[in-house]
């Protein structure tokens, strides 16, 4: 049985750090043209995550940001929107981006670098105006020919934009004598990239009839998070754990990304996408790849990205049966009565869509043979939690034979991601007293103990690395056909099925029983959704 937490105290100890701490440098001057401008993408997101970086100083003071939507609007009315958008955030503790006030001065600077430019993003004439407007935004603002293309727009249109953006010469870099860009053009493209993995490969094939692949930043807004981030440095940085970390020592890996949101008002979105198309390929594999991989030779974007891509291609595709769906009915989240996910907007009522999945995932190489790694994902469940969980092999229990003590629980090292940051290591200490009674206690280091807290959407790190051209946290081609490769069959038994045999778990719970099950045939358990363990495993 785990321990009461004691009640943490403020702390007294100070941070241990180098001497000479690295600053973010000023990002290069460039022009950042967001399609899809009008989207809550572009207002909730992207534009709070630009004010960010004009905050701290990182944004170029050569930048320009131009909007292209549908809608006829002025300039002048598309700053006002996304400025009252930016106002609602302050104080708001539920949204993304939560501020105690706006800089107005930063604002205004931010403000002056932006356009609105309406029109079809399917019609040739767009760009040329476009054409326009960017040698106009270059000679005013001096974002000397650089641009970025970023693409907030619905998917089905990903592969048309890059399309007609080619055909426009707007793609096309100017390369000197040593063949560098002596200005780059780079495109942005939001997830889902693809909903297969015949339509992951057409979509790769389409946009790198126009662009190299180092243009091409797939964006996955959870790897712009710092502790995500922090995962390799905790790996590579620190003796104590490479050594211990791998099949000797590891008994399995779990991954949580649990939601106590449901899918609001997305539901059109949600009936085409489901929980494991909307999560698992990217987000969930992209933490799953940062505990699997090996050491990279250097942290360069070439190195990292390959070791990566590794994980991805060493994983087997996963069978039916080592898969669990469900969905939400009706129930209590954060003791608010909710309703069922066929009762939502723009969602069937006979909806076979999954709002929950589980998997157990294998990696088939000398580090992680044998270790199998259990991830899940679902929406309305009991708590709101994402961590990574690595459970080490028991000790021997020789040593306590005869005592009460009847097993010991396995080491636990978590990894807390959201929404308290830190690290937590759950160990077995002795109880003071005569007896050799056992006790679980648990250490644990919280991020706003440390570090003050800055807002954040997730974006900031990400935006600032397409300025600067660092596709480190970027997926690759060949690393988004390996994830879609993993869960295909999956996804092809579950649209054979339909709706037969769908699990429907009680919105405000832990997820359907069949997960349960998917662990317990091998003799395992799941953490308590909160992050306690406070079972034995058997």
């Given at each position: 049985?785990?321990?009461?937490v004691?009640?943490?105290?403020?702390?007294?100890?100070?941070?241990?750090?180098?001497?000479a701490?690295?600053?973010?440098?000023?990002?290069d001057?460039?022009?950042?043209v967001?399609?899809?401008?009008?989207?809550?993408?572009?207002?909730?997101?992207?534009?709070?995550?630009?004010?960010?970086?004009?905050?701290?100083?990182?944004?170029?003071?050569?930048?320009?940001?131009?909007?292209v939507?549908?809608s006829?609007?002025?300039?002048?009315?598309?700053?006002?929107?996304l400025?009252?958008?930016?106002k609602?955030f302050v104080?708001?503790?539920?949204?993304?981006?939560?501020?105690?006030?706006?800089?107005?001065?930063?604002w205004?600077?931010?403000?002056?670098?932006?356009t609105y430019?309406?029109?079809?993003?399917?019609?040739?004439?767009l760009y040329?105006?476009?054409?326009?407007v960017l040698?106009?935004?270059?000679?005013?603002?001096?974002?000397?020919g650089?641009?970025?293309?970023?693409?907030?727009v619905?998917d089905?249109?990903?592969?048309?934009?890059?399309?007609?953006?080619?055909?426009?010469?707007?793609?096309?870099?100017?390369?000197?004598?040593?063949?560098?860009?002596?200005?780059?053009?780079?495109?942005?493209?939001?997830?889902?990239?693809g909903?297969?993995?015949?339509?992951?490969r057409a979509?790769?094939?389409?946009?790198l009839?126009?662009?190299?692949?180092?243009?091409i930043?797939?964006?996955d807004?959870?790897?712009?998070?710092?502790?995500?981030?922090?995962?390799a440095?905790?790996?590579?940085?620190?003796?104590?754990?490479?050594?211990?970390?791998?099949?000797?020592?590891?008994?399995?890996?779990?991954i949580t990304?649990?939601?106590?949101?449901?899918?609001?008002?997305?539901?059109?979105?949600?009936e085409?996408?489901?929980?494991?198309?909307?999560?698992?390929?990217?987000?969930?594999?992209s933490?799953?790849?940062?505990?699997?991989?090996?050491?990279?030779v250097g942290?360069?974007?070439?190195s990292?990205r390959t070791?990566?891509?590794?994980?991805?291609?060493?994983m087997?595709?996963?069978k039916?049966a080592?898969?669990?769906?469900g969905?939400?009915?009706?129930g209590?989240?954060?003791?608010?009565a909710?309703?069922a996910?066929?009762?939502?907007?723009?969602?069937?009522?006979?909806?076979n869509?999954?709002t929950?999945?589980?998997?157990?995932?294998?990696?088939?190489?000398?580090?992680?043979?044998?270790?199998?790694f259990?991830?899940?994902?679902?929406?309305?469940?009991r708590?709101?939690?994402?961590?990574?969980?690595?459970c080490?092999?028991?000790a021997?229990?020789?040593?306590?034979?005869g005592?009460?003590?009847a097993?010991?629980?396995?080491?636990?090292?978590?990894?807390?991601?959201?929404?308290?940051?830190g690290?937590?290591?759950?160990?077995?200490?002795?109880?003071?007293?005569p007896?050799?009674?056992?006790a679980t206690?648990?250490?644990?280091?919280?991020?706003?103990?440390?570090?003050?807290?800055?807002?954040n959407?997730g974006?900031?790190?990400?935006?600032?690395d397409?300025?600067?051209?660092?596709?480190t946290?970027?997926m690759?081609?060949?690393?988004?056909?390996?994830?879609?490769?993993?869960?295909?069959?999956v996804?092809d038994?579950?649209?054979?099925?339909g709706?037969?045999?769908?699990?429907?778990?009680?919105?405000?719970s832990?997820?359907?029983?069949?997960?349960?099950?998917?662990?317990?045939?091998d003799?395992?358990?799941?953490?308590?959704i909160?992050g306690?363990?406070?079972?034995?495993?058997?």
């Amino acid at each position: 049985m785990l321990d009461k937490v004691p009640t943490r105290t403020p702390k007294t100890a100070q941070l241990i750090e180098c001497p000479a701490r690295r600053q973010a440098k000023p990002a290069d001057p460039c022009t950042m043209v967001i399609f899809g401008a009008s989207g809550d993408l572009t207002k909730r997101l992207v534009v709070p995550a630009l004010y960010n970086l004009a905050r701290t100083k990182v944004l170029p003071k050569q930048f320009a940001l131009i909007g292209v939507a549908l809608s006829e609007r002025t300039t002048e009315n598309w700053r006002d929107h996304l400025y009252d958008m930016l106002k609602s955030f302050v104080g708001n503790a539920a949204a993304e981006f939560d501020v105690d006030h706006i800089d107005e001065a930063v604002w205004k600077r931010l403000a002056e670098k932006m356009t609105y430019v309406h029109g079809d993003l399917t019609k040739p004439e767009l760009y040329e105006r476009l054409r326009g407007v960017l040698d106009k935004a270059e000679k005013t603002h001096g974002t000397q020919g650089n641009v970025i293309f970023y693409l907030a727009v619905a998917d089905e249109f990903f592969g048309t934009v890059v399309d007609r953006l080619g055909k426009a010469k707007l793609t096309e870099q100017n390369d000197d004598q040593n063949g560098k860009p002596r200005f780059w053009r780079r495109v942005v493209v939001e997830k889902p990239f693809g909903h297969s993995l015949n339509s992951a490969r057409a979509l790769n094939a389409s946009i790198l009839r126009t662009l190299h692949e180092d243009q091409i930043f797939r964006i996955d807004h959870f790897l712009g998070k710092d502790t995500v981030q922090s995962i390799a440095a905790f790996r590579f940085a620190n003796g104590l754990f490479e050594p211990i970390w791998n099949r000797d020592r590891i008994d399995h890996v779990q991954i949580t990304a649990a939601e106590t949101v449901g899918v609001e008002q997305r539901g059109k979105f949600y009936e085409a996408t489901g929980a494991l198309r909307d999560m698992v390929p990217n987000h969930v594999f992209s933490l799953l790849s940062l505990v699997a991989m090996e050491p990279p030779v250097g942290f360069d974007d070439a190195s990292i990205r390959t070791k990566k891509s590794d994980v991805f291609a060493a994983m087997p595709p996963v069978k039916s049966a080592q898969a669990v769906r469900g969905q939400y009915g009706a129930g209590t989240v954060l003791g608010k009565a909710v309703k069922a996910y066929r009762h939502e907007p723009d969602v069937s009522p006979s909806s076979n869509i999954e709002t929950y999945v589980a998997m157990r995932i294998e990696i088939d190489n000398w580090r992680w043979a044998g270790v199998p790694f259990y991830v899940r994902t679902g929406k309305h469940l009991r708590q709101r939690s994402t961590e990574i969980a690595i459970c080490f092999k028991q000790a021997p229990y020789a040593a306590f034979r005869g005592t009460p003590v009847a097993s010991l629980p396995p080491n636990w090292l978590v990894l807390n991601i959201a929404p308290d940051e830190g690290i937590s290591l759950q160990f077995e200490v002795k109880r003071p007293g005569p007896a050799v009674d056992l006790a679980t206690v648990k250490m644990q280091f919280c991020y706003d103990d440390w570090f003050p807290k800055e807002p954040n959407v997730g974006y900031e790190t990400l935006l600032y690395d397409v300025m600067l051209g660092d596709p480190t946290l970027f997926m690759r081609a060949d690393m988004v056909e390996h994830a879609w490769r993993v869960v295909q069959p999956v996804l092809d038994a579950w649209a054979k099925d339909g709706a037969a045999n769908l699990p429907i778990y009680p919105a405000g719970s832990s997820g359907p029983s069949e997960a349960d099950e998917l662990l317990a045939r091998d003799g395992r358990r799941w953490r308590n959704i909160n992050g306690d363990d406070d079972r034995k495993s058997p």
